[in-house]
């Protein structure tokens, strides 16, 4: 038996309940790990809210980092005691133990903290995606960054700018504006200023690249803030999901491309996963990004963990303790 997060119906954050649960021993190809940080995710908060569909009842969360404590057959190069983290394509993190596919564990370098690493590795490899395959920014390339103080934001913010790159960020409110200078933006505006402006300023008439993760509230200025052949990057829905668009908007609007990336499709293979994974820990010790651990929530607390993810209230990332 251990403790875990469970989720019996859809709905406000305090559907997360504490909860005994059995765990099952790690079969063929899977192993046994005890959880030593896991990472909160706005993810959580779609699948908790019901707009990401996962069959009732379900643990939530997507990453953790911790400790192999057995391992099943058919296991190649992990051993009981090895330091691990995961980014997992089905939820089950928020528990003290958790059976996972062995092809989804990296194994933690010494110079990686737990904690860092449940913070930083599906935040980072998603601003790893974004910034390194989806489109690869090059120096001169002006971007605008949304939600640029939250986790996956602040490390586009120092990611791009360390690639050469002009960032124009949009943060909530004006308490945010100074974390995100720290981070080295060259422009950071809140989100009730004028950044469509700020983005079409200067040469080109609109940025290269948007990296919207907010969605809904802020799709379509999104779309007027880019230069001719721009692409609009949509890669979340925090404000809630982004609006049906026809083919006919993106060209009234200089040629655009769209696309709607996910994590999950850029590291279906395990070579995939860890060649991203080996980027972005080179990008941590580089000090390329310095991960911000703004919170951490005992992971029995996840409820209280949530209502501030989705109030707006944290910063950088935000970890959960068993
Ligand atoms: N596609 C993928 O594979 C992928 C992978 C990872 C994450 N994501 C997406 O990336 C985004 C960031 O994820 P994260 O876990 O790092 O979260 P986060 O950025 O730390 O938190 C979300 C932020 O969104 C902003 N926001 C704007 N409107 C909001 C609203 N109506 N309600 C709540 N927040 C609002 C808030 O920042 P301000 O107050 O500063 O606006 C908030 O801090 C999420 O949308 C997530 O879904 C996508």
């Not at 860092?116 to 390339?141: N, P, S």
């Amino acid at each position: 038996m251990a403790y875990a997060i469970r989720v019996h119906r859809h709905g406000a954050p305090d559907v997360l309940e504490w909860q005994a649960v059995e765990v099952a021993a790690p079969g063929p190809g899977e192993v046994l790990v005890r959880h030593t940080a896991v990472g909160l995710n706005f993810f959580d908060v779609y699948e908790r809210t019901g707009l990401y569909q996962a069959a009732l009842p379900f643990t939530p969360g997507r990453e953790a980092a911790g400790v192999v404590e057995a391992v099943g057959s058919r296991v190649r190069g992990f051993s009981v005691g090895d330091r691990v983290a995961y980014v997992s394509n089905t939820s089950g993190a928020y528990a003290e133990l958790r059976v996972v596919a062995a092809d989804r564990l990296v194994r933690l370098p010494d110079d990686i903290d737990d904690r860092v690493a449940a913070a930083v590795l599906l935040k980072g490899l998603t601003a790893q995606m974004l910034l390194r395959q989806v489109y690869r920014v090059r120096g001169g390339d002006r971007i605008l960054v949304h939600a640029a103080a939250g986790g996956v934001g602040s490390l586009l913010v120092s990611w791009a700018k360390h690639l050469g790159a002009t960032v124009i960020a949009v943060v909530g409110d004006a308490v945010k504006v100074a974390y995100v200078r720290e981070l080295g933006a060259d422009e950071v505006l809140t989100a009730s200023d004028d950044w469509v402006a700020a983005a079409k300023a200067g040469d080109g008439g609109g940025v290269h690249v948007v990296y919207d993760s907010v969605g809904k509230d802020t799709f379509w200025r999104s779309l007027d803030s880019l230069r001719p052949r721009g692409l609009m990057v949509s890669f979340g829905n925090a404000s809630g999901p982004a609006p049906a668009v026809a083919p006919l908007e993106l060209s009234k609007r200089g040629s655009l491309y769209l696309t709607r990336p996910t994590l999950f499709d850029y590291t279906r293979a395990r070579t995939e996963l860890l060649k991203a994974t080996q980027d972005l820990f080179a990008a941590i010790r580089g000090g390329v990004i310095r991960p911000r651990i703004g919170q951490t929530f005992a992971l029995r607390e996840a409820a209280e963990a949530h209502r501030a993810l989705e109030s707006r209230r944290t910063t950088g990332s935000t970890v959960l303790i068993p």
